[in-house]
């Protein structure tokens, strides 16, 4: 008798390994379909998550150009700082601005302010 047609308990050997192959199968088929399923899970979650957070990056960014806004800066200059656009007597020309760096008019402005931080030294000045 050949190893192929020999019987267990009825069933032919050929027939209980293709059976055993057949399982294997739809067992490995199975796996395969559960690991998928979780990785589209969490492929669909890290998407999820990516747009939240465009959409965070758009609200920051729009945050962002309100507080840059021209007027609003102007008039928090104007409030906070006292400060306000110049006057003509103080505008200069190109042509006179060297003699201003040499020569200085008037005190610095942060002179003038309380509890402004003094100016720095001149780069040539010794420490």
């Not at 308990?9 to 293709?18: N, S």
């Not at 906070?80 to 610095?108: Q, R, T």
Request: hydrophobic share 50%; no cysteine.
């Amino acid at each position: 008798m050949s190893l192929l047609a020999r019987r267990v308990r009825g069933f032919r050997l050929v027939d209980l390994v293709a059976l055993s192959v057949l399982m294997l199968l739809i067992l490995g088929v199975y796996l395969a379909k559960t690991v998928a399923g979780r990785e589209r899970a969490d492929i669909a979650s890290a998407e999820r998550q990516i747009e939240g957070e465009k959409a965070r990056i758009r609200l920051l960014q729009a945050e962002v150009t309100h507080l840059e806004r021209p007027a609003r800066i102007e008039k928090l200059s104007e409030t906070y700082l006292g400060m306000a656009p110049v006057s003509i007597k103080h505008e200069a020309s190109p042509d006179v601005l060297g003699d201003i760096a040499i020569h200085p008019a008037a005190p610095s402005p942060t002179a003038e302010l309380p509890g402004a931080p003094a100016a720095a030294p001149p780069l040539g000045a010794a420490r």
